[in-house]
């Protein structure tokens, strides 16, 4: 169809996301798909039977805007027992249609035209485009190239009067670090007495390896008072498909976030919701999940020993970056084209998680893949 309209663009540098491309590639290449943080396998068939009964016994209709009752008190409990923070239910705990929901509508109902936003690249694609659709600046801090860490003098140094918003994510994707005690301490120092709000995405929160625990915000009285915590169950149930996500913050902000999620999406998806509800009775169903995937990223790292990558540290999350730059003077992207045409392997060039295109010569790759993929995928890396 022609159109004489032109529209004006909000965002005219931003194109497709890298997931898009990078799937449309793998599925024209036939390429084995290492690359969006998205698992290959089921999810318990309990889970999906949760949906269908609660389909079956008449829970089609909008759930409450806020969340269905049971689900909001099981998450509420579940965040008392691991982190230690008291969430009321009825004003502090959100049901959404995805993390990336709550991203959106945290940012939206809390930052204003002519706020400046903090958060770290490389960093998942979506933070910085939502910021300045609220006509908002994004300071983009990078981490350290050698280990990825948070150089918090520069953050220091970024914060202004006009800094409403910090965005932490720990589990961090792309670079799979999390957050030590000295992190949340530094972070502690620099936010108090200020009014600058924490947007923490927290949805590798249960993917975390070596014993290490979960930095929550919520594990922090002083922290979790100025934090949005946003959180997913399509992560740790295998469901990303399913879209439905989670947030905590004290009822000051909750209700401001709560006023453009009704907007947006009014609530999440109502079948959905009563089977995680029941799923979160089952502690397991969560606390297994670092075990599964620390044995999943043990055995890519394996299979990949052989490999010319060197592969970096993986603490927490679905993801390991892999250095190429030592026998390849490819870009990232170019490298990336190559290993899907030739190699029929899809991974994620890190530039893609840089707004200025940072290309230090380094692949993300996904390991929330079943054993068989990921062994086949390592041995196809291994002929590069
Ligand atoms: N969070 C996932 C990743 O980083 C997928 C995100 C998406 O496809 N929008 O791979």
Same mark, same amino acid.
């Given at each position: 169809m022609q159109s004489a309209l032109q529209a004006r663009s909000k =965002? #005219?540098? /931003?194109? *497709? *996301?890298i997931f898009t491309v990078i799937g449309q590639l793998a599925a024209q290449y036939d390429a084995l798909n290492l690359s969006q943080g998205a698992p290959n396998f089921l999810p318990d068939p309990k889970l999906i039977d949760g949906v269908a009964n609660a389909m079956r016994a008449g829970h089609n209709q909008y759930a409450p805007m806020a969340g269905t009752g049971p689900l909001r008190d099981a998450l509420a409990a579940k965040v008392e027992t691991l982190y230690g923070a008291r969430y009321d #239910?009825? &004003?502090e705990v959100t049901v959404l249609a995805s993390a990336s929901e709550g991203l959106y509508s945290a940012i939206s109902a809390l930052v204003h035209p002519g706020d400046e936003v903090i958060y770290f690249e490389p960093s998942f694609d979506s933070y910085a485009p939502i910021v300045r659709l609220q006509g908002a600046t994004p300071i983009a801090i990078k981490l &350290? =190239? +050698? +280990?990825?860490? /948070?150089?918090w003098d520069e953050v220091s140094a970024a914060i202004t009067p006009k800094t409403r918003m910090i965005i932490v994510n720990s589990p961090h994707n792309p670079t799979a670090t999390v957050f030590s005690h000295a992190d949340i301490e530094r972070l502690s120092a620099l936010t108090r007495d200020t009014d600058i709000v924490i947007l923490s995405d927290e949805v590798y929160e249960h993917v975390v390896f070596d014993g290490a625990k979960h930095q929550s915000m919520a594990c922090y009285p002083e922290l979790a008072e100025r934090s949005v915590i946003v959180s997913s169950f399509g992560k740790s149930y295998h469901v990303t498909g399913w879209r439905v996500g989670y947030c905590f913050a004290p009822a000051e902000l909750m209700v401001e976030i709560r006023k453009v999620h009704q907007f947006m999406v009014f609530s999440a998806d109502t079948p959905m919701q009563h089977a995680f509800a029941d799923a979160l009775a089952d502690p397991s169903s969560y606390l297994d999940l670092s075990g599964f995937y620390q044995r999943k990223r043990d055995l890519l790292v394996r299979e990949l020993r052989d490999s010319r990558f060197e592969l970096l540290p993986s603490e927490g999350s679905f993801f390991l970056l892999a250095r190429f730059r030592h026998f390849s003077d490819e870009s990232d992207s170019d490298f990336v084209l190559r290993l899907i045409r030739d190699a029929q392997v899809a991974t994620i060039p890190l530039s893609a998680f840089y707004t200025d295109g940072t290309d230090s010569g380094l692949i993300r790759l996904s390991f929330s893949k079943d054993d068989d993929t990921l062994i086949e995928g390592a041995r196809r890396l291994r002929a590069i």
């Open positions: =965002l #005219p540098d /931003v194109g *497709t *996301t #239910p009825a &004003s &350290s =190239l +050698d +280990d990825f860490r /948070v150089n």
